[in-house]
C-alpha cells in the first residue's frame, strides 16, 4: 500500500524527462492535466481506453497549440505520460487510430451503437469499448473520457457540431446509453470549450503584446546614422529627445 505513487512523484518524474522550462501561460495547463491524469492511474475503478487516450491527446494538443518553441510540444507530452509510467506513443497510436475511424462515421453510427452497448458487443473495437464501460457498475468516468467521445463526434460530424443544442442533445444520448453522468459530462465540456476559449484569447493578447514590441525594436534599430554637423546637430538631439 505504501508503493503508491504520489503527486509529488509524478511531478518530479515529470521534469527528469523534460528539463526545459516551460511557458508561464502553459505550466499551469501542464501541472493540471499532470494532477488529473496521476489521480486517475492511482483510482482503483480507473481502467484506461483508447476513448480516454483520445480525450487526453486531445486536449494536450488544442491547450499547447501556439506553444513556443514549437518542438518542446512533443516532449512535454511525452514527459506527461512517461512520468505516470506508461508509453506515449500508445496514447498518440491509439488516439489517432480512433479518430481516423470516427471520420467514417456518423453521429448515428455513435448513437445506436451507444444505445445497444448494454446489450451485446460486436463489430469493432468501439463498439466493444462501448459495451465495455456501459456494463461496469464501477466504471470510473473522468473529464478526459468525455473529451474523448466529444472529439468522436466532432470528427463524425465537423459541421454539425458548431450546433450547440444538437451537440448536447447527442452527448445526453450517448451518456445515456453508456451509463454515464449526463449533466457531469455536460458541465465537463462546457468548461473544456470555455477554458480553450480563454487560452485562445491569452494567446492573442500575448501574440500582440510580442509583435508590439518587436515593432518598437525595430523602429529604434532603424535610426539612421547622420553624422552630426555643426548645423544638422541641434535638430538630431531635439529629435530623439
Known amino acids: 500500500m505504501n508503493n503508491i505513487r504520489t503527486v509529488s512523484d509524478t511531478k518530479r518524474a515529470f521534469y527528469s524527462i ?42 494536450f494538443d488544442r491547450f499547447m497549440q501556439g506553444y513556443l518553441p514549437e518542438t518542446d510540444q512533443e516532449s512535454i507530452f ?11 506513443q500508445r496514447y498518440r497510436a491509439e488516439a489517432q487510430q480512433l479518430q481516423e ?3 467514417t462515421l456518423s453521429v448515428t453510427d455513435l448513437l445506436s451503437w ?4 448494454s446489450n451485446f458487443e460486436a463489430g469493432n473495437d468501439l463498439q466493444s469499448y462501448f459495451h465495455k464501460i456501459a456494463i461496469n457498475p464501477k466504471y470510473k468516468y473522468n473529464r478526459l473520457f468525455a473529451i474523448g467521445l466529444f472529439t468522436l463526434i466532432e470528427q463524425s460530424d465537423p459541421q454539425g457540431i458548431e450546433n450547440k443544442e444538437a451537440t448536447e442533445k447527442t452527448l445526453d444520448q450517448l451518456a445515456s446509453g453508456l451509463n454515464l453522468p449526463q449533466d457531469k459530462l455536460q458541465k465537463d465540456l ?10 485562445m484569447q491569452a494567446r492573442i493578447v500575448m501574440e500582440e503584446l510580442t509583435q508590439a514590441e518587436r515593432k518598437r525594436r525595430e523602429q529604434r534599430g532603424a535610426k539612421p546614422a547622420v553624422s552630426p554637423t555643426p548645423e544638422s546637430a541641434p535638430e538630431e538631439v531635439s529629435t530623439d529627445s
Not at 511525452?78 to 506515449?88: K, M, R, T
Not at 468548461?191 to 480563454?198: A, D, G, I, T, V
Request: glycine content about 4%; charged content about 20%; proline content about 4%.
Open 18 to 59: 523534460h528539463t526545459r522550462p516551460i511557458n508561464s501561460i502553459y505550466r499551469r495547463v501542464v501541472e493540471e492535466l499532470m494532477v488529473e491524469m496521476h489521480l486517475l492511474s492511482v483510482n482503483v475503478d480507473f481502467q484506461y481506453d483508447p476513448i480516454y487516450a483520445l480525450g487526453v491527446v486531445t486536449a
Open 78 to 88: 511525452n514527459a506527461l505520460i512517461g512520468a505516470l509510467q506508461e508509453d506515449p
Open 101 to 103: 475511424f470516427a471520420q
Open 114 to 117: 451507444a444505445e445497444g452497448a
Open 190 to 199: 462546457e468548461l473544456y470549450r470555455s477554458n480553450l476559449e480563454k487560452l
